[in-house]
């Protein structure tokens, strides 16, 4: 099973990337997983379609092709003006039904403060109507994120830390249930191209 990891921070140096990091420690550590992570600072995208839909964005289209063949995904969504970050909803958006059709996407909503709630429940209602993903009921919220998945002694006992590897554990178990899905009900993307 092979889990795209999405840090979607803009920002170098952000709390989402170093916590992405964790998530591909712990994915990459388990025996038939494998992580992808990709940090938009460091790999930026554009934020003009017809850039995108004309080929001409080298990152964009490395990212996509790195990313076609996960079975699911964890999209770490910063929280930003009480909403999620620009660039994960345009990664949302660009990477679209090619990438997301039918796969289950696990969401970790941060904050250095009290926040984190906010990008999950703006992804989880907006944003699948054309990437076709599967927000599974299972997320987590990670407020004074700073303080938490530092890999320190402590970590092991934090709820955060559990419930991430319980989330993990899910996401798994979602991979393998909606990888039989497809087969048996590839979707229609020439009839159905976008959701109503
Ligand atoms: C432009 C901007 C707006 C922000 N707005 C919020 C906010 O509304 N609520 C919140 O809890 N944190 C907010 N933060 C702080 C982030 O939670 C903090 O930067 C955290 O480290 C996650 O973002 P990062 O992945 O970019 O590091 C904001 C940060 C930025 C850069």
Request: charged share 20%.
């Amino acid at each position: 099973v092979k889990i795209g990891i999405l840090a979607g921070s803009s920002r170098a140096n952000s709390e989402s990337a170093r916590i992405g990091a964790w998530f591909a420690s712990e994915i990459n550590g388990r025996d038939g997983l494998s992580a992808q992570l990709v940090d938009f600072h460091e790999t930026p995208i554009s934020f003009v379609p017809e850039e995108i839909w004309g080929g001409q964005d080298a990152n964009f289209n490395a990212m996509k092709s790195s990313l076609v063949d996960c079975d699911a995904f964890v999209v770490i969504a910063p929280e930003w003006g009480g909403a999620a970050s620009p660039v994960i909803r345009n990664a949302l958006l660009f990477l679209g039904s090619a990438v997301f059709a039918d796969k289950p996407v696990y969401l970790v909503g941060i904050s250095s403060g009290r926040g984190g709630l906010r990008p999950i429940l703006e992804i989880r209602s907006f944003s699948y109507k054309n990437n076709y993903a599967c927000y599974i009921p299972e997320w987590l919220v990670v407020t004074e994120c700073d303080k938490h998945f530092t890999g320190d002694a402590a970590d092991d006992n934090d709820y955060l830390v559990k419930r991430a590897r319980y989330g993990i554990d899910t996401l798994v178990a979602y991979a393998n249930a909606l990888n039989t899905m497809r087969t048996a009900h590839p979707r229609d993307l020439e009839t159905y191209q976008f959701g109503m």
